[in-house]
């Protein structure tokens, strides 16, 4: 069975940096995206970024100019590079790899990693 590992989260002053990571416990064949997810106490999960196996990425508009989504293809690892962040960040991540084999899609999830920002 294949897991995501995410790692990176934390408490973070607003304004301040962090860097999330997730990676694939082994090698996933047919990758065509990777992303991250977030969820807030009371809301739904929201689309943070997408990339695509062929570098295009797609961001949330409440991130977008701060946060950074890349990818390392060789190691199945997807990183998010959030800067500027503010307390309307705070949240549970989650990383997703979608694959597609056959047309057939398949979505895997990390366990989440929370981000709180607060001063």
């Known amino acids: 069975q294949v897991q995501l590992v995410e790692s990176g989260g934390g408490l973070v002053q607003p304004g301040g940096s962090l860097r999330l990571s997730c990676a694939a416990s082994r090698s996933i064949f047919s990758i065509n995206a990777m992303g991250w997810y977030r969820q807030a106490p009371g809301k739904q999960r929201e689309l943070v970024a997408t990339?695509?196996?062929?570098?295009?990425?797609n961001y949330g508009d409440s991130v977008k100019g701060r946060f950074t989504i890349s990818r390392d293809n060789a190691k199945n690892t997807v990183y998010l590079q959030m800067n500027s962040l503010k307390p309307e960040d705070t949240a549970v991540y989650y990383c997703?790899?979608?694959?597609?084999?056959?047309?057939?899609?398949?979505?895997?999830w990390g366990q989440g990693t929370q981000v709180t920002v607060s001063s």
């Open positions: 990339i695509t196996s062929g570098g295009s990425t």
């Open positions: 997703n790899f979608e694959q597609r084999m056959i047309g057939v899609r398949r979505d895997y």
